[in-house]
């Protein structure tokens, strides 16, 4: 079974910079996608950031040159570096890993990250 550990998360104010982390255990597969998703409060959750195993990244509109996404194969991490950071990104942060077993996609999430954006 995956388990997906995170940190990095807390209390910023705005403008400053935080760095997300997580880490895969357990894995039986191959990690096609790794990614950062949100969700504020009363809000739906929202796709942050992902970064394939090739290294293509998509972000979110809002987060373009602000978060940027990496991750270590070796490792099975995903780090979230963000900064220029503002009141509206204020969410808890979910890491979110998608394992494949020969043709099915399976995903796994993590127990989410709090990340508050005050002055």
């Known amino acids: 079974q995956v388990s997906l550990v995170e940190s990095g998360g807390g209390l910023v104010q705005p403008g400053g910079s935080l760095r997300l982390s997580c880490a895969a255990s357990?894995?039986?597969?191959?990690?096609?996608?790794m990614g950062w998703y949100r969700q504020a409060p009363g809000k739906q959750r929202e796709l942050v950031a992902t970064?394939?195993?090739?290294?293509?990244?998509k972000y979110e509109d809002s987060v373009k040159g602000r978060f940027s996404i990496s991750r270590d194969n070796v490792k099975y991490t995903v780090s979230l570096v963000m900064n220029s950071l503002k009141p509206e990104d204020t969410a808890i942060y979910f890491c979110?890993?998608?394992?494949?077993?020969?043709?099915?996609?399976?995903?796994?999430w993590g127990q989410g990250t709090q990340v508050t954006v005050s002055s």
């Open positions: 970064i394939t195993s090739g290294g293509p990244t």
């Open positions: 979110n890993v998608r394992v494949r077993r020969w043709t099915t996609a399976y995903d796994y």
């Open positions: 357990g894995v039986s597969g191959i990690i096609d996608v």
